[in-house]
T-cell receptor, first 114, second 110 residues
Framework: NAGVTQTPKFQVLKTGQSMTLQCAQDMNHNSMYWYRQDPGMGLRLIYYSASEGTTDKGEVPNGYNVSRLNKREFSLRLESAAPSQTSVYFC?????????????FGNGTRLTVT | KNEVEQSPQNLTAQEGEFITINCSYSVGISALHWLQQHPGGGIVSLFMLSSGKKKHGRLIATINIQEKHSSLHITASHPRDSAVYICAGPTGGGADGLTFGKGTHLIIQP
């Protein structure tokens, strides 16, 4: 049981390049999330998906797109990376019951945009 | 939108000390989460509580719904407890997801 698997662990991009962060969970969870973590700030929600086929913007969606490919997978795409997107990105999931279920996190992706 | 504040931001203590980390939030919630982020970066869920108290080993979490306040206590602290501790509550306003505090960076010295 791997939980939440996130790839890659590290990535360096040049400004304007694109990339996709992959996330998969094997816990049959409905809800999946993408967060970014920056120094001195709490985790901030980029996008979330409450169920397969649905996605919604979070607090900081600009510059990102997401795709809920199926119940297991939720990917985050940067179409044209900017230095402001240098951050640590976390994927998370939780089961039915929304607020009252624990979150399960991936190990994070450290992204640097130069 | 729920505002979540944690204190202290940084805490250094000696091994064996009793540790308290506080969390306050602005909007009534159904459940509050406590998370631990290891020095390597991984985040794990410690507690999710909606009333009273929960205990797991040397960790105790309490919540006072009326005062919109929660505390995380560590008894007989150990250097392996060194981590960032984060509280989080529902964002509110119909949005799914959580609002996170900025975290408390705890260092336990031997």
């Amino acid at each position: 049981n791997a939980g939440v698997t996130q790839t890659p662990k590290f990535q360096v991009l040049k400004t304007g390049q694109s990339m996709t962060l992959q996330c998969a969970q094997d816990m049959n969870h409905n809800s999946m999330y993408w967060y970014r973590q920056d120094p001195g700030m709490g985790l901030r929600l980029i996008y979330y998906s409450a169920s397969e086929g649905t996605t919604d913007k979070g607090e900081v969606p600009n510059g990102y797109n997401v795709s809920r490919l199926n119940k297991r997978e939720f990917s985050l795409r940067l179409e044209s990376a900017a230095p402001s997107q240098t951050s640590v990105y976390f994927c998370a999931s939780k089961g039915q019951g929304s607020f009252n279920s624990p979150l399960h996190f991936g190990n994070g992706t450290r992204l640097t945009v130069t | 939108k729920n505002e979540v504040e944690q204190s202290p931001q940084n805490l250094t203590a000696q091994e064996g000390e009793f540790i308290t980390i506080n969390c306050s939030y602005s909007v009534g919630i159904s459940a509050l989460h406590w998370l631990q982020q290891h020095p390597g970066g991984g985040i794990v869920s410690l507690f999710m509580l909606s009333s009273g108290k929960k205990k797991h080993g040397r960790l105790i979490a309490t919540i006072n719904i009326q005062e919109k306040h929660s505390s995380l206590h560590i008894t007989a602290s150990h250097p392996r407890d060194s981590a960032v501790y984060i509280c989080a509550g529902p964002t509110g306003g119909g949005a799914d997801g959580l609002t996170f505090g900025k975290g408390t960076h705890l260092i336990i010295q031997p």
